[in-house]
């Protein structure tokens, strides 16, 4: 550098570049932006509450008669449940799963078990040139005629896709006893006593839940101090369930104490299988120094665990040459050892069948090409493909503010788009209310957020302003109509004659480029969820505001309410649209889990 200056300052850049490379790729790796607002504990406990009743549709709804796939729809209380799925649904079936394990209202082994069956379901789905078909009939697991594409859609599903990928192999680094996993079950008691409340159930049975939740109060996040407990609890749920089953009809307090017996045994399977040594037949041998220092609860994870069995078997089959003739304190330690090894077989197992769902996962992301919709003329996705016709249809995604933004995205990182069709998503600007938003096709909150639930935002960006003003030009026009904000596509209630809602685009007229927008005022609470990761504060009054409202339901908040005057009767505010559609609730559980469990699914 020194004998020829002019060529190393023509290579500085270059070289000031690469010796930054490092942090610039440590920057892109960071978590989205942090909430602006810290969040209280009351708030937080109405986003698990509200959370844990929208798992609920997941739980109760994905069953081996659906072949472990989802309804679109589910009504109530005239029961009507639509029995397909989308290629959207199904990616946000398996991170909802992914969202309750990170909330600790599933476990471990439940959601890989779970997950592998959805797989095996999706194995049989017919495709299209390694393409998923946009619906799918659940019970028959056929393609839904007329057979179409959609390119927004299997967008979405290999997003949801890879936060497979990622949940799995994280799975098996993280610990497998969280304090979100205790927090789980003291959910389920809160919602429990308020359903009993509302239920007017007596108040011996209040009595014994609060007893449940003064055991499970007490508990500290080592397991160490469960297995008592959880007996006490399992006895007290028996006793519950029983005094229940008489009543004529089945009641919300039946379906949640039944659930609550799952999740304690859950729970008691969970120590028993990954640390065994804290059962109580085995305290006198965990009582030795130096045992239990051994297996500290924090450290377990699977990862970690073959290693942790091997130096605790070598402990104990040390104590066995060392501890004399005691027959009853010999037969304790042989059968310690045993759990200890098959403690050590499962970890390994449920790792290899994490690795596999893994490369499930992945295998199906990559068999879906982006450049099967790619038009090259125009450098943008066509919408989607009719395989009745064999032809794609004439209209293309072409707005950044748009769903469509996660899978153009996608298809670039896979190396299926160029650059320029990043490039070519245009990004026209509109001023609303004072706010600078980029122009979506309706003005949905559901264009601007979606992405988001996969997608970082970084700060100070394009993206970064447009969601924003997006949130606050949909909260200035709700505020201005007097009703709670967050709209989006959604039902309506008109009812068809099949007994099914309407369903339409519902948005923000100032921020649309499409001039036939709906003036129809319907707001969804998804939208108000979606928007958790750019205004906290905000969406969390907004959705007690739709929860004093009533807007809140078994399986979480429904799925929309109407506040327009032509369709509602003398003296009504607003009609309750009482379903829920699969999508949005896996929307709604998913930015929860984003908000509480520092970016779950991004």
Request: glycine share 6%.
């Amino acid at each position: 550098a020194l004998e020829r200056p002019a060529p190393f300052m023509i290579a500085l850049p270059l070289l000031v570049l690469w010796g930054l490379s490092k942090p610039i790729q440590q920057w892109f790796d960071l978590p989205v932006r942090k909430p602006d607002a810290k969040i209280e504990a009351e708030d937080k406990k109405l986003l698990r509450h509200s959370a844990l009743r929208t798992w609920r549709l997941f739980r109760e709804y994905s069953t081996a008669e659906e072949n472990f796939m989802i309804p679109d729809t589910i009504m109530k209380p005239d029961p009507l449940i639509v029995h397909r799925i989308s290629t959207t649904n199904l990616g946000l079936l398996l991170n909802s799963r992914l969202a309750a394990m990170d909330l600790g209202f599933l476990t471990l082994p439940e959601f890989l078990t779970d997950t592998e069956r959805s797989f095996d379901s999706i194995d049989k789905m017919p495709r299209h040139e390694g393409q998923m078909y946009n619906w799918y009939d659940n019970r028959t697991l056929d393609a839904v005629k007329p057979r179409f594409i959609s390119a927004v859609d299997n967008g979405n599903l290999v997003c949801a896709l890879w936060t497979v990928k990622q949940g799995c192999l994280g799975a098996i680094r993280e610990p497998l006893f969280k304090p979100e996993t205790l927090q789980g079950l003291r959910d389920h008691l809160d919602t429990i006593e308020e359903i009993f409340k509302s239920e007017n159930q007596e108040e011996t049975l209040l009595a014994g839940v609060r007893e449940m939740k003064q055991k499970v109060g007490t508990l500290s996040d080592s397991p160490a101090t469960w297995l008592d407990a959880l007996a006490g609890c399992e006895r007290v749920t028996v006793a519950l369930a029983k005094k229940l089953s008489t009543e004529p009809i089945e009641t919300e307090a039946q379906w949640w104490v039944y659930e609550l017996r799952l999740r304690i045994s859950h729970l008691e399977s969970l120590v028993y299988d990954f640390a065994p040594w804290l059962q109580p037949q085995f305290a006198k041998c965990t009582a030795e120094p130096g045992v239990l220092e051994l297996a500290p609860a924090e450290k377990l994870t699977l990862e970690t665990l073959p290693k942790i069995c091997h130096t605790l078997d070598q402990k104990l089959w040390r104590m066995l040459e060392e501890g004399g003739s005691n027959v009853e304190s010999r037969s304790a330690l042989q059968l310690l050892r045993s759990a200890v090894g098959r403690t050590s077989s499962i970890a390994k197992s449920m790792t290899t069948r994490l690795e596999r769902v893994a490369e499930r996962a992945d295998t199906l992301a990559r068999s879906m090409d982006f450049n099967f919709f790619f038009d090259k003329k125009k450098k943008l996705m066509f919408t989607g493909y009719n395989a009745e016709e064999g032809k794609f249809t004439p209209s293309h995604y072409d707005l950044m503010a748009s769903e469509v933004r996660s899978g153009v995205y996608a298809g670039i990182a896979k190396g299926e788009l160029p650059q320029e069709s990043w490039l070519a998503l245009e990004r026209k600007m509109t001023s609303y209310k004072d706010e600078q938003v980029m122009l979506s096709w309706t003005g949905t909150m559901f264009e601007y957020l979606m992405p988001v639930l996969w997608m970082k935002i970084f700060p100070n960006t394009i993206i970064d302003e447009t969601t924003r003003g997006a949130v606050r030009a949909q909260q200035r026009y709700a505020d201005d109509k007097g009703i709670p904000w967050g709209i989006s596509e959604a039902s309506c209630s008109i009812v068809n004659a099949a007994g099914h809602y309407h369903y339409e685009a519902f948005g923000v007229p100032g921020i649309a480029v499409s001039r036939d927008l709906s003036r129809d005022l319907v707001v969804s609470p998804y939208s108000t969820f979606l928007s958790l990761m750019v205004d906290p504060k905000g969406a969390i009054k907004n959705i007690q505001r739709m929860k004093d409202l009533g807007f809140l339901g078994s399986h979480g908040f429904y799925e929309s309410v109407d506040y327009t005057k032509s369709r509602l009767k003398k003296g009504e505010k607003f009609e309750i649209c009482r379903c829920w559609l699969a999508h949005h609730s896996g929307m709604s559980l998913m930015a929860v889990a984003n908000i509480l469990c520092d970016g779950s699914s991004v």
